[in-house]
């Protein structure tokens, strides 16, 4: 059961009777945690803040209570956290993996009958079938399960799975958010006196709530829905947010350009986009939009931020984190060419990851001196048929669709080769999506329509019925 406060009051107002994304969840009914116990280090100043933002006027139903539930030796541990290098090069591999394998194979119940490798090319790569499946068998016997939180993913790479986490690999995000816009001589100020991230969606259900962290020392956090529904009044969204004022906002594409809609007055010091694939066209708009940089970060829920854009490539951060390129068979690729990305890191102490399949693919390159993502794209490749029989891969196709600046599409072909479109609404003129496509495609019938893809799935790019040569 999530993290809860008591129920509103009869008749308070909000959306109550919706239903929500947890089945038999029942928003603000129980008690899970005090106050207290969400937020271990919490000061008077942070307090003070935190019920400005819960009593708002403007603040729309929180449906929702979430604390960073962080301890002094973990926040300790996360202010220390490096900003150097990886520790690993393309012929050396980290100093710390293989005593990371000894220890998973030591404790966890899922490798502890197995042999012992001596390589990490000898460990089975773990699957999200693996974490769906039998999530407790991944869990170290040494953990500290009195810290636990339990996470469902979406499923937008495949079926949902469970992830247990502590709250100092949720708090992870934090410094590694500062590592990416001190590249650009950003700061984050923190303090009780201000909000400092906004964390936004646009769907017909989410949750909204209002927190701090203490790792920017008692400012404001809050997630909050854009969605008309969402709120008492559409016009408390941009009272509510100007007034927040925060330094960052981050969230999907789709959720980005829906607040660029509200007409807000204040500027954040920089946006955060991730969850969905962000062309550098449609950064470079939702930057002018939102009056601030747009970052592209990419990270999956197992393990947290991974990397972020740095011009044509993404940047893998500074995490004790390995990053190994598979294919189909688990095998490493040979350097320079395309497979799934494989992720071995031991930060979650709860769940330590051995090759993780992330379901998404790339190359991995070097940029500066660090490793680096190139052709980054979720799931496998999809194969479409043009027009003459020819075989084109969707990579092709994101090519000639990212300079129209869409934040969001859904491209499907069906067996008689017909394709259609959904491309977020606004977006640029359908005849110009129509005329990319064909320029791969050739003269196959194309429809294109304005479609809402704010829904609560991250829309997925491509898919076709036609089998993949």
């Keep these: 059961m999530p993290d809860t406060d008591p129920a509103p009051p009869d008749g308070a107002a909000g959306p109550a009777a919706r239903p929500y994304p947890v089945p038999d969840y029942v928003p603000m009914e129980a008690v899970a945690l005090t106050d207290a116990e969400r937020w271990p280090l919490l000061t008077e100043a942070g307090a003070a803040n935190l019920a400005r933002l819960r009593t708002h006027p403007h603040a729309p139903p929180f449906n929702h209570a979430c604390g960073d539930r962080l301890t002094a030796p973990a926040l300790a541990r996360l202010r220390a956290h490096p900003p150097g290098h990886h520790g690993w090069n393309p012929d050396t591999e980290p100093p710390w993996l293989m005593d990371l394998v000894d220890r998973v194979y ?65 708090a992870l995000d934090l410094p590694m958010i500062e590592h990416v816009l001190a590249t650009a001589g950003i700061t984050v100020a923190g303090g009780p006196d201000r909000v400092s991230l906004v964390n936004v969606y646009h769907q017909p259900v989410a949750y909204q709530f209002a927190s701090v962290s203490s790792y920017w020392n008692g400012a404001g956090v809050v997630k909050v829905n854009t969605h008309p529904t969402a709120w008492r009044t559409p016009a408390d969204r941009r009272a509510f947010l100007d007034d927040l004022a925060p330094e960052l906002y981050t969230g999907n594409p789709v959720s980005l350009a829906a607040l660029a809609e509200i007409g807000l007055t204040t500027r954040p010091r920089a946006v955060l986009s991730g969850a969905m694939a962000l062309d550098r066209s449609a950064a470079t708009t939702l930057a002018h939009r939102l009056g601030a940089p747009v970052f592209d970060l990419y990270g999956i829920t197992e393990a947290g931020l991974i990397a972020h854009r740095t011009g044509a490539v993404h940047t893998v951060l500074p995490r004790q984190m390995y990053i190994e390129i598979l294919d189909p068979t688990g095998a490493p690729c040979p350097p320079g060419t395309t497979g799934e990305i494989a992720v071995t890191c031991g930060e979650n102490a709860l769940l330590p990851l051995l090759r993780y399949r992330t379901g998404d693919h790339a190359t991995l390159t070097w940029h500066d001196g660090h490793p680096a993502l190139t052709a980054l ?46 491309v977020h609404a606004p977006g640029p003129p359908t005849t110009a999506v129509a005329d990319a496509v064909r320029s791969l495609l050739g003269d196959v019938p194309i429809t294109v329509t304005e479609s809402d893809l704010s829904g609560e799935s991250k829309p997925q790019r491509y898919t076709a019925d036609a089998p993949t040569p």
């Design 106 to 170: 030591a404790t966890v119940p899922a490798y502890r009958r197995r042999p012992r490798p001596t390589r990490l090319t000898d460990v089975p790569p773990l699957t999200r079938h693996d974490l769906l499946t039998a999530a407790e068998l991944h869990v170290p016997d040494d953990a500290d399960l009195s810290e636990m939180i339990v996470y469902r993913t979406s499923g937008s790479r495949g079926p949902a799975a469970t992830v247990p986490m502590t709250p100092e690999f949720c």
């Design 377 to 422: 794209h979720g799931r496998d490749p999809v194969m479409f048929r043009s027009a003459t029989g020819a075989v084109i891969n969707s990579i092709e196709l994101t090519h000639v669709l990212s300079p129209l600046a869409i934040l969001a599409y859904h491209l499907h072909q069906h067996t008689d080769s017909a394709v259609e479109i959904a």
